[in-house]
Structures are given as C-alpha cells and as structure tokens.
C-alpha cells in the first residue's frame, strides 16, 4: 500500500502549536528575567538601607562630649544640634561630633574627632562631615549620599524618662535618639540608636 504523506493543513496546523509554543516559552522567559531583575534590584536597595542604619549607629554610638568653635570664635554651648533647615536640611536636620574616626598611623594630619551633620536634601538623605571638628567658615563639608528616594526624615530624641520632637537642650547628649525614615521603596522605617546621655560640666574644657 502507498504511503500517505502529510497534507497541508496538517503542516500548517502543527507550525502554528510550535509558533504558540515558542511565544509561550520566550513570554515566561522574560517574566523571570524581569522578577529577578526587580528582585536583584529590591536586595541592592535593601543592602543600602543596612549601611545607612550601620553608618547611623556608629555614629550616635560614639557622639563626643565636646563644644566646637567656628572660625575661632568662643565654643558653642550645644554639643547636640537638632534644628529646622539645619545646613539646608528640607526639615530638620542633627549635627555633632563623634569619636572614633580612624587614622591608621597617624598618616593623615587630622585627630579622631569627626564633625557630622545628617540633613535630607533633594529627596536624598545625606551624611557631611568635616576633616576637622573646629572649621573655619566658608569649609566646604564631604557629602556622602546613604539614601535616596526619602520623602521624609523625623527625630525625637530621649530625655529622663521622656522621649520629645525637638532638642534645645545646653552640653547634653540625648540618650537615644529615634530616627523615622519614609521611603518610596520601603514605607515607613523606625530605627532607635542608643546614645551616652553625657554632659559637659559648665567648667569642664572641650576635648580635641
């Protein structure tokens, strides 16, 4: 008996399971490339938020007990400053020193003591400091983007037994400090840092 090939609408109908196929493979193909991408992207943001929350924490943790001149004028009487458009901060801004800055062999000419300053600016939250904690005016501070996208930066800081939004208090360091962060990818974030709590006695000299 002869042998029947296959007829043309067979061939067409199977061409077109095989087209349906391949878009069906190639559409779920890019789906996982576009869920590992956004995941990939999601873990970089979330590696981000960790240094900025290390960064914050080392630097309240090691807050120094210290009045700061600027260019040469009497010391100030704050070693804490929690203020509204603090060094253009869109909302409030802190500002301190901190101990702790290292220095490996004493290769660079500066102290251990840093000036900081954490302002938000342009929807990035940003961290200054200053080669030296006694600047002269007109010093330009180094600016270090930690996050971006932030709509809005809150503190309130712990006093006694009692935690408030503002902090005008003379040679005194808070006890804790919370930070409230909203954030475009992540919403609301509250992190707490404990502080010393210290203060400077009236006749005690600044530390260098």
Do not use: C
């Amino acid at each position: 008996m002869k042998s029947q090939g296959f007829t043309l609408l067979e061939i067409l109908v199977a061409v077109a399971i095989f087209a349906l196929l391949g878009v069906a493979a190639l559409s779920t193909l890019t789906t996982v490339q576009k869920a590992d991408q956004s995941s990939m992207r999601h873990s970089e943001k979330l590696e981000l938020l960790q240094r900025a929350y290390w960064t914050m924490e080392r630097d309240f943790l090691q807050v120094a007990v210290r009045q700061n001149r600027l260019d040469g004028n009497e010391p100030s009487t704050y070693i804490f400053r929690a203020e509204e458009n603090l060094m253009e901060s869109e909302g409030q801004g802190v500002a301190f020193t901190r101990h702790g800055w290292t220095n490996p062999f004493h290769l660079l000419p500066r102290g251990n003591v840093q000036g900081v300053v954490y302002r938000l600016r342009e929807g990035n939250l940003e961290r200054l400091h200053t080669l030296y904690p006694d600047v002269a005016g007109g010093t330009e501070p180094k600016i270090r983007v930690l996050l971006e996208n932030i709509e809005s930066v809150k503190y309130k800081f712990y006093r006694g037994t009692t935690w408030q939004n503002n902090w005008t208090v003379e040679r005194e360091v808070p006890k804790a400090i919370e930070v409230t962060l909203e954030s475009d990818a992540f919403g609301e974030i509250r992190w707490v840092f404990l502080m010393t709590g210290a203060k400077l006695e009236a006749t005690q000299p600044a530390t260098t």
